[in-house]
């Protein structure tokens, strides 16, 4: 542990290091923003050496990429706060899209995930098998009883990825003109929501449900 630099106040452990480090490079990335914050900016910032900062983080794009995950880590939080009181699947899938896309854009370390192109949570690399894991896991946050709704593990993942994806193009693409809460509100709720609202499938048959007063699968009437 380099005794020289930080202030006068050397770091006590590893851990504290790297998050120092992680810390600072937040502020130059505040002032000069994520394209022009160089490691000897973050180095200056800690009033140490480059190869100081080498010892804990091997790339800029490495810290960056902290400052980032430890942005979404408290957006969850704040999400699942948002989020509680709403046990239903659709409504609480609807509102947690709705509380990401009108959130991420104003938030300087979780939209970093947009700029970095190996990014797992909602940048390019947004479809790949660990951003669905993550996905899954904010999802299992959520207060949603999902094994009550029908949803198990497997339906979980999937909802994950197709979360994820569409997350990633509306916020990477938005509409021209941008959609208005309302709108982008009923886009969910007529193309969303419904697939969480079907009842549960039991032994992978086709849900039966009532349309125009006959029974019928998955909306194909049954009588003939």
């Known amino acids: 542990m380099a005794h020289h630099g930080w202030g006068g106040r050397p770091p006590a452990t590893d851990a504290e290091a790297r998050q120092r480090i992680v810390d600072a490079t937040a502020r130059c990335i505040d002032r000069h923003g994520v394209a ?10 800690l009033g140490v050496t480059r190869q100081t900062v080498y010892r804990h983080f091997a790339r800029i794009s490495d810290i960056v990429g902290e400052v980032a995950a430890q942005g979404a880590e408290s957006f969850v939080d704040r999400l699942v706060a948002h989020l509680q009181g ?21 938030e300087p370390r979780l939209s970093l995930l947009l ?22 896991r904010m999802l299992r946050r959520f207060p949603v009883d999902w094994a009550a709704a029908g949803v ?35 886009l969910l709720e007529r193309w969303l929501a419904p697939a969480l609202r079907r009842p ?25």
């Not at 490691?39 to 200056?44: F, Q, R």
């Not at 797992?120 to 899954?136: I, K, L, M, P």
């Open 86 to 106: 709403v046990a239903d699947p659709a409504e609480a899938v609807v509102e947690g899209m709705m509380f990401c896309v009108r959130t991420i854009p104003d």
């Open 115 to 136: 700029q970095l192109k190996d990014s797992s949570a909602f940048g390019r690399g947004a479809t790949a098998a660990d951003a669905v894991a993550y996905g899954a």
């Open 36 to 45: 022009k914050t160089t490691l000897s900016d973050v180095a200056s910032e």
């Open 152 to 186: 198990g593990e497997d339906d979980l993942m999937g909802l994950a990825e197709v979360i994820m994806r569409l997350l990633t193009s509306l916020l990477q693409h938005p509409s021209e003109p941008p959609h208005d809460d309302d709108r982008l509100r009923a």
């Open 200 to 224: 549960p499938v039991p032994g992978g048959q086709p849900a039966e449900r009532a349309v125009n007063g006959s029974t019928s699968r998955d909306g194909w009437a049954a009588s003939r």
